[in-house]
Structures are given as structure tokens and as C-alpha cells.
T-cell receptor
Framework: DAKTTQPPSMDCAEGRAANLPCNHS???????VYWYRQIHSQGPQYIIH???NNETNEMASLIITEDRKSSTLILPHATLRDTAVYYC??????????????FGEGTQLTVNP | DAGVTQSPTHLIKTRGQQVTLRCSPI?????VSWYQQVLGQGPQFIFQ???????GRGNFPDRFSARQFPNYSSELNVNALLLGDSALYLC???????????FGPGTRLTVT
């Protein structure tokens, strides 16, 4: 699986959009971009994933650049409960690849009142 | 719907002992994976089971073993515990072999 690079920490004001970047310059054509987050002492929570098109769900939006070498997770209206470590993971999404997730160090997002 | 459940929530063991951790996946999910998370680090993959067969193994010693039962629940066993095995053990389930995973709350293991 391709390696990802994320800033170690970010701050965001409550109610504003949080934009979390991820660099995955060595991503392969069949690798998806996944985002998970982990609130302190809880299990990671799946947020969203995509291949090359932008994706949106009830939690967030995922913007993937045209060359797929980087992506941005957007939380449109951050709340205090969004304070967490956010992990960007790239992985092959095929039957033979299994479910293995390779977590990096992630970005600690702190939402301030 | 109930999410992934794990038991026990916390436990304390002594070096050299053995421990069994349990996981029940989301109803309908056939794949279970186990991860170890040491304080301050991201989770590290230990095992994946799908349809009761091992489908992946991380870089962990043979002291770690797991199995999946016909009802798709799973157990993780760790023998000859070391202080370094102290960690949060996470279980995740997914509907199919390679779909997105949903994590349980974890079991906090402390080895003294």
C-alpha cells in the first residue's frame, strides 16, 4: 500500500470548515483513499473513501486531485466533537487484498470554541 | 443496529500469563480483523479472518493467534504475555473481505 503524509496537527474554529490534507504521491491506479478518525480512547471510525471522483456523505467530503497524488478531507461545519486524530490511508480495494489497513500517525485536529 | 462489541473492556494480566479477547461483528458482517494500538501510535494490523479462514497476518510473533467461529465472532489469544503487549486491542468487522471496516471500542490490556 502507498505511503501517506499528513500534517501532525491542525486547529480549526468551531463552525468553520476543517480542511485536512493528505499527500499520497506514490498511489497506484487501483488504490483507494480512505479516511478514518479516532476520538480519544475510542475505536477508529470510518468516514469516507474514494478512487478518483470527489465523494460526499453525511459526515464529510473527499476531494481528490486529478493526478490523485493528494486529497483533502473536508468537514463543512466543524464541532467540538470532531476533535480527533484523522488518518488518511490508501489501499487496494480488491477481493484478494483483504481488509488490512495500514495506519500512519495521522493528523490531530483540535476544534476550538 | 448494534455495532462491533468487544469483551472485556479492560483487563490486567501478569507477565507470562495468557489472555483471550473476544469480538462480535456487526450482524451480517463476515470479516473480522484485529489491531493492536500502543499508546501514542496508530493501530497495527494483527490478523484478518473471513469466512472462518485466515486471510491476512501482520508482523506479530507466534504468541498471537486468533480464530473465527461459525457465527463470525472471533477470539484473539496472546500467550506468554510481555510488558510490551500492553495496548488497546481493536476488532473491526466488514461485510465482505475487502469492504470498509467498522471498529469496536477496544479492549485495554495492561500487563504488569
Amino acid at each position: 500500500d502507498a505511503k501517506t503524509t499528513q500534517p501532525p496537527s491542525m486547529d480549526c474554529a468551531e463552525g468553520r470548515a476543517a480542511n485536512l490534507p493528505c499527500n499520497h504521491s506514490t498511489i497506484s491506479g487501483n488504490e483507494y483513499v480512505y479516511w478514518y478518525r479516532q476520538i480519544h480512547s475510542q475505536g477508529p471510525q470510518y468516514i469516507i473513501h474514494g478512487l478518483k471522483n470527489n465523494e460526499t456523505n453525511e459526515m464529510a467530503s473527499l476531494i481528490i486531485t486529478e493526478d490523485r497524488k493528494s486529497s483533502t478531507l473536508i468537514l463543512p461545519h466543524a464541532t467540538l466533537r470532531d476533535t480527533a486524530v484523522y488518518y488518511c490511508i490508501v489501499r487496494v480495494d480488491e477481493e484478494t487484498s483483504g481488509s488490512r489497513l495500514t495506519f500512519g500517525e495521522g493528523t490531530q485536529l483540535t476544534v476550538n470554541p | 443496529d448494534a455495532g462491533v462489541t468487544q469483551s472485556p473492556t479492560h483487563l490486567i494480566k501478569t507477565r507470562g500469563q495468557q489472555v483471550t479477547l473476544r469480538c462480535s461483528p456487526i450482524s451480517g458482517h463476515k470479516s473480522v480483523s484485529w489491531y493492536q494500538q500502543v499508546l501514542g501510535q496508530g493501530p497495527q494490523f494483527i490478523f484478518q479472518y473471513y469466512e472462518k479462514e485466515e486471510r491476512g497476518r501482520g508482523n506479530f510473533p507466534d504468541r498471537f493467534s486468533a480464530r473465527q467461529f461459525p457465527n463470525y465472532s472471533s477470539e484473539l489469544n496472546v500467550n506468554a504475555l510481555l510488558l510490551g503487549d500492553s495496548a488497546l486491542y481493536l476488532c473491526a468487522s466488514s461485510f465482505q473481505n475487502h469492504y470498509e471496516q467498522y471498529f469496536g471500542p477496544g479492549t485495554r490490556l495492561t500487563v504488569t
